[in-house]
């Protein structure tokens, strides 16, 4: 028989960097990935992680030249809907990566800590001694195998296929994501006609189609445009034709389309039960404002690691109880910052582009200080919280703000705020979960999912609502 400490479901960047963390420390760790080498995280070919980011998780920064380097670049502005008003960002370096040659590298240093790797090796369902978790079944090219471990880490992102297998029971939620939970990325590879273009000087991010953005492709004439939507890709690419609409920028030529999924959505509330554990795409951790996940899942991948480590080398069981702190943790790191940055985002995106410009151009809210850092380490003091109500009051006054705009934004406000606070009183233990999530989801019905800013014109057209 076959065991294993970690049985990690899904070798993409959270499985591969869960997998060589554990292995580092010494402990026995299989991955199964259902795609064959060839195909591993082929759905795009460009992301990008910044540097400081990479350093923080020991992540391996390849040199031009590299067959997974694709290119440094240092951030862009964001932008008004009508592009008039940028507001730039804090300069940080943005590292560009061939994605399937980058996790390929990932998957070689968790190989070389001592993981084994598995490919073409799909889960099929969990292998269970009464109700406890001991394993799981998979599935090759020559047939279906049993493998045993003390814990399964799913990392199977949107699928989240042993996730979402967990009993009713669980305080790991196994809902399954729909088409309102999830982030539409439509990449188009764009090259300028002209070669007096300067793609670096274009590159920007426009919040307020949800995301659009214009980033490096590799190619010095070309650069990667960018959105993401809820519902479907053909909504996404309907609200790139507003963008085109709206924006004027030199002509191209499209040579490559891109699309990809990915989650956007609150966390799930628990990441862990006995003997199992839900990481990255799979408990929904992207970003709030671009839906990019490969860094923010190394997070929660790092106190997890600290926990599950000293866990096993004090022989202890990897059970709910002594898993729990993993949950606090987190929230306490970034989940908070996140889930409650959704409700405040929801609010603030429901503005016209028309509102938008004119907030943009008056520094309410869309302001080089709240926008610039991407909402890391905000501090909003009270003269700027004063700033911003005398600007949305002169806003409503001269009819540049809908009343119902500035409903929206403090609903926003205040759901974040409530949030927050339930957040911080997050159970101690699994016993307070049940209680704890029953007012969490009645907040969160209250909040309603990102989608419901979606531009009704464009879902009645396509037949979506
Ligand atoms: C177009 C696009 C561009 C993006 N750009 C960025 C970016 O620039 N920066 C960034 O940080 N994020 C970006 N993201 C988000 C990022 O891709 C995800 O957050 C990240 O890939 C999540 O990693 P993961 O390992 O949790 O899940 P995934 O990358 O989804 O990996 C899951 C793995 O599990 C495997 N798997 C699935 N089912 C099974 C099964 N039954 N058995 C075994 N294995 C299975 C899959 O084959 C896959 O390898 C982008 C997303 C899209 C769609």
Redesign the pocket.
């Known amino acids: 028989m076959e065991k294993y400490d970690i049985l990690v ?8 960097w869960f997998a060589r963390r554990m292995a580092e420390e010494g402990h026995k760790v299989l991955v ?4 064959k080498p060839d195909d ?2 082929r ?2 070919d ?4 910044t540097k400081k980011e990479m350093e923080q998780f020991g992540l391996e920064i390849p040199k031009e030249g590299d067959k997974e380097f694709g290119f440094f670049f240092d951030g862009s502005p964001m932008l008004s809907p009508f592009g008039n008003y940028p507001k730039k960002t804090v300069p940080n370096t943005i590292v560009g990566l061939h ?1 399937h040659d980058y ?1 390929m590298l990932m998957n070689d240093y968790a190989e070389k800590a001592g993981a084994k790797i598995l490919y073409g ?4 369902d969990f292998i269970k001694e009464g109700n406890k978790i001991v394993g799981a079944r ?1 599935k090759t090219d020559e047939g279906e195998k049993d493998v045993y471990a003390s814990l399964v880490a799913d ?5 989240a ?1 042993a996730r979402t297998k967990m009993p009713d029971s669980s305080t790991v939620e196994n809902y399954k994501l729909t088409p309102e939970d999830i ?1 539409y ?3 188009y590879y764009a090259v300028y006609e002209s070669e007096d273009v300067k793609p670096e000087e274009l590159h920007a991010s426009f919040l307020n189609y949800k995301a659009v953005w214009s980033a490096p492709s590799g190619n010095p004439h070309g650069a990667i445009l ?1 959105i ?1 939507g809820n519902y479907s890709y053909a909504y996404s690419e309907e609200v790139f034709k507003d963008f085109r609409k709206n924006v004027p920028w030199p002509r191209y030529t499209v040579e490559k389309v ?6 956007y959505r609150r966390g799930i509330y628990s990441f862990v039960d006995d003997n199992f554990i839900a ?4 408990a929904c ?3 709030p404002t ?8 190394l997070v929660q991948c790092t106190i997890a690691v600290k926990v599950i480590d000293e866990l096993l080398k004090e022989g202890k069981e990897l059970t709910k109880e002594n898993m729990w702190c993993i949950n606090k943790e987190y929230l306490r790191q970034q989940g908070i910052a996140f889930d409650s940055m959704r409700a405040l985002l929801k609010g603030v995106v429901s503005t016209s582009y028309e509102e938008a410009e004119y907030m943009f151009k008056n520094d309410i809210i869309f302001s080089e200080k709240i926008l610039g850092g991407g909402g890391e380490d905000l501090q909003i003091s009270p003269a700027d919280i004063a700033k911003i109500v005398s600007g949305m009051a002169i806003g409503v006054a001269t009819g540049k703000i809908r009343p119902t705009t500035v409903k929206k934004i403090v609903k926003g406000l205040l759901q974040s705020g409530e949030i927050t606070k339930l957040y911080e009183e997050y159970p101690e233990t699994p016993a307070g979960y049940w209680d704890w999530k029953k007012k969490a989801d009645e907040l969160w019905e209250k909040v309603g999912p990102m989608s419901d800013i979606c531009d009704p014109v464009i879902l009645k057209r396509l037949g979506i609502k």
């Open positions: 479901v899904g070798g993409s960047t959270t499985g591969s199964i990935e259902k795609e591993v995280s759905a795009y460009i992301f990008h992680m994605k996790i090796a799909a889960f099929v998979y990392c199977t992102g949107i699928p296929v982030f990325v439509v990449l960018g993401g891109e699309k990809g999924m990915t989650p990481l990255g795409d799979t951790l992207t970003k671009c839906g990019e996940g490969c860094t923010s899942s």
